[in-house]
């Protein structure tokens, strides 16, 4: 069946940098792309939707200058977290949407220095 | 922001017990989901009730939904160790503005002991 993989797994930066999470849908096309982030024992919380093609739509109060979404083809996504700083340490999953069809991905854990 | 609550918000029980855990949710809803989270681990999809549903069965899981009440409950019995896990209720309302969104709950933190 569909997957949807996320790269890295896991990742440590410094405070300051950029980090990249790519997720990727294989055997699947998703023209929808929501990313989530998690903290640690709580719930998934919806940072913003993207189709493909378009401009992410973002949620209230999450910064959109500093979470850098581009989903640029039907297997693709990508997640820019900019300037990171030690308070966006957060597991962030993807999920990938056609139609009826969906599917989460299996997360990136993101810990900055 | 989260429109799920659920509770309890941690349940411990015994192997071989029955665990319930419940959902309430605000708006109008297409489908609810229930996932399984493993501590550090992404998302199982469990089950899924669609919003003309009352019950569904899969294996030891039965799930009921209550639009009435804006309600769900997640029934696992004879729980086993391996069932120790975070569960979380997911409201999807549809396509429209909403773009087939899934809004989670806060999720129930359940330990099955041996």
């Known amino acids: 069946g569909a997957v949807v993989s996320q790269h890295p797994s896991w990742v440590i930066c410094k405070s300051g940098t950029s980090v990249k999470i790519e997720c990727r849908s294989l055997?699947?096309?998703?023209?929808?792309m929501f990313w989530y982030r998690q903290f640690p024992k709580q719930s998934l919380m919806l940072m913003a939707t993207?189709?493909?093609?378009?401009?992410?739509?973002?949620e209230q109060g999450v910064e959109k200058d500093k979470f850098l979404i581009n989903h640029a083809s039907l297997t693709l996504s990508t997640l820019t977290v900019t300037s990171a700083h030690p308070e966006d340490s957060s597991f962030y999953i993807c999920?990938?949407?056609?139609?009826?069809?969906?599917?989460f991905g299996p997360g990136t854990r993101l810990t900055v220095t | 922001s989260q429109q799920g609550e659920e509770d309890p918000q941690a349940l411990s029980i015994q192997e071989g017990e029955n665990a319930t855990m419940n959902c309430s949710y605000k708006?109008?809803?297409?489908?609810l989901q229930w996932y399984r989270q493993n501590s550090g681990r992404g998302l199982v999809h469990l089950i899924l009730i669609r919003s003309n549903e009352r019950e569904k069965h899969s294996g030891r899981l039965r799930v009921t939904l209550d639009t009435s009440k804006k309600s769900s409950s997640l029934l696992i019995t004879a729980s086993r160790a391996a069932d120790t896990a975070s569960y979380f209720c997911?409201?999807?309302?549809?396509?429209?503005?909403?773009?087939?969104?899934?809004?989670f709950g806060e999720g129930t933190q359940l330990t099955v002991n041996p």
């Open positions: 055997d699947f096309q998703a023209t929808t």
């Open positions: 999920r990938g949407r056609n139609g009826y069809e969906q599917y």
């Open positions: 993207s189709n493909e093609g378009s401009k992410a739509t973002y």
């Open positions: 708006t109008s809803i297409n489908n």
């Open positions: 997911a409201t999807d309302a549809g396509w429209g503005t909403s773009g087939s969104r899934l809004t």
